[in-house]
Each structure stands twice: as structure tokens, then as C-alpha cells.
């Protein structure tokens, strides 16, 4: 069995003498009602003929509509998700304007078994959010990146 990858870029920002992480607001009928652990570092998954670091561009542009702001890519390692995927994701100081953010979309089934295929967000909302409060929102598996960016700040 091949063991699927993903990557991502945690953009973090310090305003008004906090710290504040660009996350997004899992889009599809799953996550619309959930708030606590229904947040993700922009990231997706990636073949083995794609660097993550690229990939983790190439998703953070999917994901959000917008490139990257320029800065130092900060490696915040590999973390093996519950599901199995392994994450890799990297730190960048940066800001962007969240009103800007023109998710990409996914198609699926929905309702299951109805035979219709709906077009849902990938993410359906982009916003800062503190470091503290990003603990709870984050879904569990990506939070050991909040841990190992601790030390950057």
C-alpha cells in the first residue's frame, strides 16, 4: 500500500502583541456545522514525482486562490496523520488579506447515495487566528505544527 503525502504552509503573523496562524475552515457538508478541530494548515497531497516544498505552493494556491507572500520557508517537519497520510509542513512569516481568498472546489457525491454530484469548497472560510484559540480549532493531527513553531517565534 502507498502511504499518500501531503504538504502545506502555516502562514503566521505577530499583530497587536500576539501571534496570530492563517488557517482554513474545512469546506463540504461534513465540516459546515463544525467549528473545534474543523481547521487546516493549507496543504493537499502531493506524488512522488513532486518536491513537498513545490507542492506545498502549488496547495497553498489551490487552496486559497492567492500565491504565497514572499519569505523563509521555516521546515516544520513530518507528522503521521491518524488516517495514515504523512504531512509535511513548513513556517513562513507573512501576512495576506483573507477578503482576497477565492477557494478552489472538490466535487463529491452528496447526499451519499444519491447518485448527484455537488461542488463544495475546499476550504469555505480563510481567517487569523490566534496561536491559543488555533490549539482548539486545529484539527488534532496538524497540531504538533503549532508545538514545533513555538520555537521560531
Known amino acids: 500500500m502507498v502511504t499518500k503525502r501531503s504538504a502545506g504552509l502555516l502562514l503566521f503573523r505577530r499583530r497587536d502583541g500576539r501571534v496570530e496562524v492563517l488557517l482554513g475552515h474545512m469546506g463540504g457538508p461534513f465540516w459546515e456545522s463544525r467549528d473545534e478541530a474543523a481547521w487546516s494548515v493549507p496543504k493537499g497531497e502531493y506524488t512522488e514525482d513532486e518536491q513537498p516544498m513545490a507542492a506545498a505552493r ?3 494556491e489551490e487552496e486559497l486562490g492567492l500565491e504565497p507572500p514572499e519569505g523563509d520557508w ?4 513530518e507528522s503521521r496523520q ?3 497520510k504523512i504531512v509535511t509542513v513548513w ?4 501576512d495576506l488579506d483573507t477578503a482576497l481568498v477565492v477557494p478552489g472546489t472538490f466535487t463529491m457525491e452528496w447526499p ?3 447518485g448527484v454530484v ?3 469548497p475546499e476550504i469555505d472560510r480563510a481567517e487569523w487566528i490566534g496561536i491559543h484559540e488555533a490549539r482548539q480549532k486545529l484539527v ?10 513555538d520555537p521560531l517565534l
Open 58 to 60: 502549488r496547495e497553498f
Open 74 to 77: 521555516r521546515p516544520l517537519g
Open 82 to 84: 491518524a488516517n495514515g
Open 91 to 94: 513556517a513562513m512569516e507573512g
Open 112 to 114: 451519499r447515495g444519491s
Open 118 to 120: 455537488r461542488e463544495f
Open 140 to 149: 488534532a493531527g496538524q497540531r504538533v505544527f503549532l508545538e514545533r513553531l
